[in-house]
């Protein structure tokens, strides 16, 4: 039987086209099939099984996504890591995966506290990082995107990525692999991508959206607004494809 890809597509998550665009072509010459799964089928678990190569939980409302899962599709998605499957959250599913996520904590308005209890990796999500990147909090706007360098931890190669909302991650032990770094102008070290082994599988975390091109991208938030900004965006990051590019496939190297 074929391996499988599965994104999630349900209640609170924002958009998977460019995911399932670019995990299309990545495997085109493999015997991968990429599909979605909702809720109803997580918590059916059926899918969830030895020909499921990688559950992929992409950017959107974290909180929706308990909202829908709730225990028994958290239990479920363990079960599937522990036994050997992969789960690769993106932003929003990052958020979902760890033990506990600080959102927005200074805007009240936009404050979440929260655990989720999937509990993949036991470490703090943490975001936005609007204050480091010059950049407003969080919406469905320009305004809240930027461009970020990635710098690679082992091999010190800087990539760029698309950033909108997404978390950094902290822990007070050693609970993950450290696979690559924000770059700020400050020069602060923060975690932007990492992994952690989970009984036989693996999880893979990232606060930057490695999935979108700058066609992607264009398409995606002039739908929700048309300004300079977006256009600055998408201009930085045609500029920067190649790079981005690389980023997506040495995370998507880790899929086996």
Known sequence: MKKTILIYK???VFDIEA???ELSSYFQNSNIIINTIDSSEIIDGSKLNKNTLALFIPGGLADKYFEKLGTKGNNNIRNYVKNGGIYLGICGGAYYACKKVEFETEIPELKIEAEYELNLINALAKGTLYKELGIQPFSNSSKSTAIVDIEDEKTKNISSA?????PFFKSSKKEYNVLANYKLESGKKLHAIIQKKYGKGQVIVSGVHFEYTAKDLHQLLSLINKDTKLQEIVNKLTQKEKTRQQLF????????
């Open 10 to 12: 349900d209640y609170g």
């Open 19 to 21: 995911l399932k665009k």
């Open 249 to 256: 496939n040495s995370i998507l190297q880790n899929i086996k």
């Open 162 to 166: 698309i950033y909108h909302g997404g």
